[in-house]
């Protein structure tokens, strides 16, 4: 408005409005006051405290029927002023409506039971300061808050009515009767229906009422008279917040058990959650470290290979076992433990046609004992060669370990010599793992290399940096030698790589031969890598029944002694147990640091029985005892704490016994290893 305007603009008379109340019928009053006492006595409303006193609001009291509406403050947010969270969320995040039915159902029964209890009602008048000093401003609902403007020097009395328990100031005009003398309280749902307004959004905590009350016929003869105050002494403090009604008990313990499984159920999702993430981040498995939960399912999808499926047991039972090689299939097989694959068919495809095929297989001789999880792929390839009555090529990568873990020192240099060294007495292990001497080849890359140099070139220049150092996290702070190496760990699998162990010189179909590499998945990546460039190095491809790509047969990694994350290492003399060890090693480590998943008390275990999916002594047992019935049994008793097996002590002195008698036998095979044999298996010379 602009000024001019406005100086002529004459002031409006502001109008007076007037609301005429019209007087409910004596059951809706009678009604509103038994509902206002129960929903503080079921929500344990603190309607004592200053802050409460707008606990009760009548907001609309209709003519045309027995309907009341009013509603109740609970307080901010999910109800402050209750003894209970009335206003849970739901799953929107919006109020639960099933919390705001129970809420309605137990004030309407509470409701229902005082009428049938038929409680007087005391009607007194005292003045207001008398009475707020009396009890409190409690009394009031939203509306009496503030005092009336004094019109008159002496203000009127005020009218209060006396329940049970309850003292509250009522509207002058309204009668009330006893509250037998109502027939029923009925609360309205529906639409319109009242509800508990919170969750996320909520500023504040609400209950709206709707309700009916239908009186007696003959109510209007029963009303209540004017009586005397009420004394103090009969009044239940009402400061408290409590709840005192069996109904908000009831709804009380309702609520808790549910808002327990509600925090119990993010609780568990919340666990999940962190365990998932726990594990996602923690399983590394590469060829330099295998940490955290391993989860084969996952790390199979993760690689690309294909899990070794029951059909394709029969068929390696078929070619195998049937053909009469081997006496059974290796109990790697039959427990799953090599357990995942990359073209095994076609290799087998091979075998039922009399087609030759290579094995290639390797070790990095880090130290010089060897430890339980190394025997794994050598004992798998033992009786694969046996199976196929094939020849093997065993890859000794003293060069990696040098380069991963070499050592100069001013005085002697590199330590390049002590691998070369160690390739010889690891040599020893393997040799004593029973290949055949005649269609074996055991060589070290700082020997051989050359005769794998075409091969080894080829690879380098059909890969690039970058991809080596995607698949292997090698940067530019890498020595170019470690970038340089899986391509010599490569080479192995192509035939060609041996001239002269597998007769291509002479022979040069022999380039086709079909090569499987048994190992644990953590050299997967080196054979991914091996197998995208493999055509490049095969000179007619279609020949190759693979293309020139390896195939392979992966095995889980023998768990250390800790528990079952990651995999055994030889840097950790604690977490493994070494093929050197003596009995007395063997049987100390076992008993005191192989993890129990048996139970922390006998009783329990007796009760519950052992957890043998995280129990290390029944896990090795899955690995190195060779009776399928016995170990069933030990599952079973151990697993249930019952029978000759159901205790750790029991299980770990089996245990001890198995591993004593194979590290007994293969230290006896190890000893039969001099130095002239370890010769003759490294000499190169025809295998076929
Ligand atoms: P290396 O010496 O780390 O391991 C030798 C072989 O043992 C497997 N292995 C295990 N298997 C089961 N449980 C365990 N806890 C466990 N620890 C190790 C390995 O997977 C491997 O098969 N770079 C390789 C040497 C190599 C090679 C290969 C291995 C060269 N060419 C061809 C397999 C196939 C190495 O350092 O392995």
């Given at each position: 408005?602009?000024?001019?305007?406005?100086?002529?603009?004459?002031?409006?008379?502001?109008?007076?409005?007037?609301?005429?109340?019209?007087?409910?019928?004596?059951?809706?009053?009678?009604?509103?006051?038994?509902?206002?006492?129960?929903?503080?006595?079921?929500?344990?409303?603190?309607?004592?405290?200053?802050?409460?006193?707008?606990?009760?609001?009548?907001?609309?009291?209709?003519?045309?029927?027995?309907?009341?509406?009013?509603?109740?403050?609970?307080?901010?947010?999910?109800?402050?002023?209750?003894?209970?969270?009335?206003?849970?969320?739901?799953?929107?995040?919006?109020?639960?409506?099933?919390?705001?039915?129970?809420?309605?159902?137990?004030?309407?029964?509470?409701?229902?039971?005082?009428?049938?209890?038929?409680?007087?009602?005391?009607?007194?008048?005292?003045?207001?300061?008398?009475?707020?000093?009396?009890?409190?401003?409690?009394?009031?609902?939203?509306?009496?808050?503030?005092?009336?403007?004094?019109?008159?020097?002496?203000?009127?009395?005020?009218?209060?009515?006396?329940?049970?328990?309850?003292?509250?100031?009522?509207?002058?005009?309204?009668?009330?009767?006893?509250?037998?003398?109502?027939?029923?309280?009925?609360?309205?749902?529906g639409n319109y229906m009242s509800c508990v307004t919170a969750g996320k959004k909520a500023r504040k905590c609400e209950i709206g009422i709707k309700f009916k009350a239908t009186g007696l016929e003959d109510s209007s003869s029963t009303l209540t008279e004017l009586g005397e105050p009420v004394s103090m002494d009969v009044i239940e403090p009402l400061t408290a917040s409590k709840i005192r009604l069996q109904e908000g008990n009831d709804f009380a313990l309702v609520q808790q058990t549910k808002q327990m499984l509600i925090n119990k159920d993010k609780e568990s999702k919340a666990n999940e959650a962190t365990e998932k993430k726990r594990d996602e981040e923690e399983m590394v498995v590469d060829p330099f470290s295998v940490q955290g939960k391993i989860d084969y399912t996952k790390l199979v999808k993760n690689f690309g290979s294909k899990v070794i499926e029951p059909e394709l047991l029969q068929r390696l039972y078929d070619v195998t076992v049937k053909r009469g090689t081997v006496p059974y299939l290796h109990r790697f097989l039959r427990r799953n433990i090599f357990f995942s694959h990359r073209d095994l068919e076609a290799i087998l495809d091979q075998v039922e046609k009399n087609q030759p095929i290579f094995l290639y297989t390797g070790r990095g001789p880090s130290s010089s004992a060897m430890h339980l999880g190394h025997l794994v792929p050598f004992l798998m390839t033992q009786w694969l060669q046996q199976a196929f009555n094939c020849p093997l090529v065993i890859q000794m990568t003293d060069d990696e370990k040098f380069l991963f873990k070499g050592e100069y020192t001013e005085n002697a240099g590199y330590n390049l010599d002590y691998y070369a060294n160690l390739t010889v007495e690891n040599a020893r292990d393997i040799i004593a793992c029973g290949f055949d001497p005649d269609k074996t080849f055991i060589f070290s890359d700082l020997d051989y290399v050359g005769q794998m140099y075409p091969n080894i070139c080829k690879i380098w220049k059909s890969v690039t940096t970058n991809t080596v150092n995607g698949i292997f996290g090698f940067d530019g702070s890498s020595n170019i030698g470690k970038i340089a190496f899986p391509a010599?760990?490569?080479?192995?699998?192509?035939?060609?790589?041996?001239?002269?162990?597998?007769?291509?010189?002479?022979?040069?179909?022999?380039?086709?031969?079909?090569?499987?590499?048994?190992?644990?998945?953590?050299?997967?990546?080196?054979?991914?890598?091996?197998?995208?460039?493999?055509?490049?190095?095969?000179?007619?491809?279609?020949?190759?029944?693979?293309?020139?790509?390896?195939?392979?047969?992966?095995?889980?990694?023998?768990?250390?002694?800790?528990?079952?994350?990651?995999?055994?290492?030889?840097?950790?003399?604690?977490?493994?147990?070494?093929?050197?060890?003596?009995?007395?090693?063997?049987?100390?480590?076992?008993?005191?640091?192989?993890?129990?998943?048996?139970?922390?008390?006998?009783?329990?275990?007796?009760?519950?029985?052992?957890?043998?999916?995280?129990?290390?002594?029944?896990?090795?047992?899955?690995?190195?005892?060779?009776?399928?019935?016995?170990?069933?049994?030990?599952?079973?008793?151990?697993?249930?704490?019952?029978?000759?097996?159901?205790?750790?002590?029991?299980?770990?002195?089996?245990?001890?016994?198995?591993?004593?008698?194979?590290?007994?036998?293969?230290?006896?095979?190890?000893?039969?290893?001099?130095?002239?044999?370890?010769?003759?298996?490294?000499?190169?010379?025809?295998?076929?």
């Open positions: 408005m602009s000024e001019a305007k406005a100086e002529i603009a004459t002031p409006k008379k502001k109008v007076e409005r007037k609301i005429s109340k019209p007087i409910p019928p004596p059951a809706v009053s009678t009604a509103l006051l038994i509902l206002r006492g129960t929903i503080a006595g079921i929500t344990g409303c603190s309607i004592g405290n200053e802050t409460a006193a707008s606990l009760m609001q009548p907001s609309f009291v209709k003519d045309k029927g027995p309907t009341g509406k009013f509603s109740v403050g609970l307080g901010k947010r999910n109800g402050s002023l209750c003894e209970l969270d009335v206003g849970m969320e739901g799953d929107d995040g919006d109020a639960d409506k099933e919390t705001a039915a129970a809420l309605l159902d137990a004030i309407e029964k509470a409701a229902n039971r005082i009428i049938a209890e038929d409680l007087s009602v005391v009607r007194f008048q005292m003045t207001r300061e008398e009475a707020v000093a009396k009890y409190g401003n409690v009394i009031f609902d939203q509306s009496q808050q503030k005092p009336p403007k004094k019109k008159k020097d002496v203000p009127p009395p005020l009218d209060l009515v006396y329940i049970e328990g309850l003292v509250l100031a009522v509207s002058p005009g309204p009668t009330f009767s006893s509250t037998g003398q109502v027939k029923s309280i009925e609360l309205q749902r010599i760990q490569a080479a192995p699998s192509f035939a060609s790589s041996f001239p002269v162990a597998l007769n291509v010189r002479n022979d040069p179909s022999k380039d086709n031969m079909a090569c499987l590499i048994p190992c644990a998945i953590d050299q997967d990546p080196y054979f991914r890598m091996t197998r995208d460039v493999a055509h490049k190095l095969i000179i007619n491809q279609n020949e190759h029944p693979l293309r020139g790509k390896p195939a392979l047969i992966h095995s889980k990694f023998f768990p250390p002694l800790q528990g079952a994350m990651g995999k055994m290492s030889s840097s950790d003399e604690n977490s493994a147990i070494f093929l050197t060890d003596t009995h007395e090693q063997i049987e100390k480590k076992i008993k005191e640091h192989a993890f129990s998943g048996g139970q922390d008390t006998k009783k329990l275990q007796q009760e519950l029985g052992a957890n043998l999916e995280v129990d290390v002594s029944y896990q090795w047992l899955r690995f190195f005892m060779e009776d399928d019935d016995e170990l069933e049994r030990i599952g079973k008793e151990y697993g249930s704490g019952t029978g000759e097996f159901w205790s750790t002590g029991i299980v770990k002195a089996k245990l001890v016994d198995v591993l004593k008698n194979i590290v007994t036998e293969h230290q006896a095979r190890r000893k039969e290893v001099s130095d002239e044999v370890v010769k003759a298996w490294m000499k190169e010379r025809c295998l076929l």
